[in-house]
């Protein structure tokens, strides 16, 4: 493998973000186990070592911790939060519950001599997320930084090329965040710009030929962007031996499921097969509130009726699945670090035990604007891409409460104007995700001289780089006018349209 950045993961929502920003480097940057050890890393030297954030507090019974022979590799290293506290308590620091806990924009001020603030200002703004902090930084290590209640806001060991920041460079309310990185990465690791997704593409599609050699794949095609990339470069990599499954649960946007079969096979050419299966969803979800709960049944209803028509392809050995980055760490990966389980997702697993396909996952390791560039380079239509991220179970959670048909048409309704008139906006496509929620509330309204009592429609727009963080959109107020006047005028069943302007954290994009 080429030159490399290992991340190790302690949980931080803010890990994925720190190989973003590397990638966007063109250096590739993997996360890995907290876990993994020195011995392993050894068998594919990285040339440097990041311990990322996370939740826990290294005086917590069973915390996360990190082989001390890391720290004997001759390799820089750099905690980030909790990594620096790790990194402090494992080599003969002081590491003290905080007094007062840093949550937000911080100014600080940097002491010199220290590489990573190379070419930065004497002071400017970051982002801190902690309760504990750094009362003695180890032997040999120098202060870094301050900040009005941290006295170590960041520690470094030049002789040793240890690095250390209480704050999160890797996200937008740190000032420099990207400088300090890139001064990591490049002066101080020594890496070159050497990772680029046309070659990506290319030893991905060699390395797929090889593993699957002469089998057979078969593929649940959901029609976004991620297993859309899947189904061409896999189409790339072994023509008709891919076979596509399309199940309609009922629970898409307007005309979805036509649109697919369309674009995917009378267009591309793929083997795709559409499974009708609207009724037996709607019929699993009946009575059923809990959002979990519905996730849970969508999702295993979906491997039923998935299975049930894989059995077909008895000749395939594999099961393809567009898995990206953030699926990765939303449902706790165990490969990944200790991170909290917000939400669970439905990929193809827990088929039954006569279907034991092998995974293959090309995508995994990718974030979704990296996806879309892969399918660029794949040469698939704008159209396509440019979509926006569309949630597993579809509108089984933007109809809050019980889902039923009538329900899921009325929103299907109102989405399609929503996304009409966003589509109208000239900066239309830097926005991450737009979309439309049913509640279960209905009010009193007037339309003509009659009176009204029917539901709310809630309209979210969020801006965001890969999910893991996003800021409500500004949309301007024309826009939303006119999606308000369209949906109460143009969708019976809705006399009351509403906009959320919570950001991520602490709520969620999706409202369940």
């Given amino acids: 493998m080429k030159q490399w950045i290992a991340i190790l993961d302690y949980g931080s929502q803010y890990t994925q973000l720190i190989a973003r920003r590397i990638r966007e480097m063109e250096v590739y940057s993997e996360i890995v186990s907290c876990e993994t050890t020195a011995a392993q890393l050894r068998e594919n030297p990285p040339a440097g070592v990041i311990?990322?954030?996370?939740?826990?507090?290294?005086?917590?019974?069973?915390?996360?911790?990190?082989d001390p022979e890391i720290f004997d590799m001759g390799v820089p290293v750099l905690g980030i939060c909790y990594g620096m506290q790790l990194m402090s308590h494992r080599l003969g620091g002081r590491v003290v519950p905080g007094i007062e806990r840093e949550y937000g924009k911080m100014p600080i001020e940097i002491m010199p001599g220290n590489p990573l603030f190379?070419?930065?200002?004497?002071?400017?703004?970051?982002?801190?997320?902690?309760?504990?902090?750094v009362e003695a930084i180890p032997a040999n290590f120098t202060r870094g930084a301050v900040s009005a209640t941290c006295p170590f806001a960041a520690m470094f060991d030049n002789e040793k090329r240890?690095?250390?920041?209480?704050?999160?460079?890797e996200v937008v309310h740190t000032q420099y965040g990207i400088d300090i990185l890139s001064n990591f990465v490049f002066n101080i690791c020594g890496c070159v710009r050497d990772w680029k997704l046309t070659t990506w593409v290319d030893d991905t599609v060699e390395r797929m030929r090889t593993v699957i050699g002469d089998d057979e794949v078969v593929l649940g095609l959901s029609g976004g962007v991620d297993s859309s990339v899947v189904a061409v470069l896999l189409n790339k990599a072994i023509g008709k031996r891919l076979h596509c499954i399309f199940v309609d649960n009922g629970l898409l946007r307007y005309r979805e499921a036509e649109q697919v079969e369309e674009m995917f096979k009378k267009n591309l050419g793929l083997d795709l097969t559409v499974v009708r299966a609207a009724g037996r969803f709607y019929e699993a979800l009946r009575g059923v509130e809990e959002p979990e709960a519905k996730r849970k049944i969508i999702g295993r209803l979906f491997v039923d009726v998935f299975a049930e028509e894989a059995r077909r392809f008895r000749d395939c050995r594999y099961l393809a699945q567009g898995t990206i980055y953030p699926d990765v760490i939303e449902s706790r990966s165990p490969?990944?670090?200790?991170?909290q389980t917000i939400k669970s997702h439905h990929n193809v697993g827990g088929l039954p035990d006569d279907l034991k396909f092998e995974l293959v996952e090309p995508l995994k390791e990718l974030f979704k604007d990296e996806v879309r560039a892969v399918g660029r380079v794949l040469g698939m239509a704008g159209e396509l891409l440019d979509r926006q991220p569309f949630p597993g179970p579809g509108l089984g959670v933007r109809v809050l409460g019980?889902?039923?048909?009538?329900?899921?048409?009325?929103?299907?309704?109102?989405?399609?104007?929503?996304?009409?008139?966003?589509?109208?906006?000239?900066?239309?496509?830097?926005?991450?995700?737009?979309?439309?929620?049913l509640l279960p509330v209905k009010s009193v309204g007037v339309m003509g001289d009659q009176r009204t009592y029917e539901y709310t429609c809630?309209?979210?727009?969020?801006?965001?780089?890969?999910?893991?963080?996003?800021?409500?959109?500004?949309?301007p107020y024309d826009t939303l006018a006119r999606m308000s006047n369209r949906i109460i005028n143009e969708v019976r069943g809705i006399n009351r349209v509403v906009y959320d302007i919570s950001s991520k954290p602490p709520a969620t994009i999706e409202w369940e």
């Fill in 162 to 169: 240890f690095y250390a920041l209480q704050f999160h460079p």
């Fill in 118 to 133: 190379v070419g930065l200002p004497s002071t400017f703004t970051v982002w801190m997320s902690h309760g504990d902090r």
């Fill in 335 to 339: 490969r990944k670090g200790p991170s």
């Fill in 402 to 437: 019980e889902v039923t048909k009538e329900k899921v048409e009325l929103l299907q309704q109102a989405d399609l104007r929503v996304q009409e008139e966003i589509r109208k906006l000239p900066d239309y496509k830097t926005i991450w995700q737009t979309f439309a929620v």
């Fill in 51 to 66: 311990l990322s954030g996370g939740p826990s507090s290294v005086f917590e019974d069973g915390a996360p911790t990190v």
């Fill in 458 to 475: 809630a309209i979210r727009s969020v801006n965001s780089i890969d999910a893991m963080t996003a800021d409500w959109t500004r949309i």
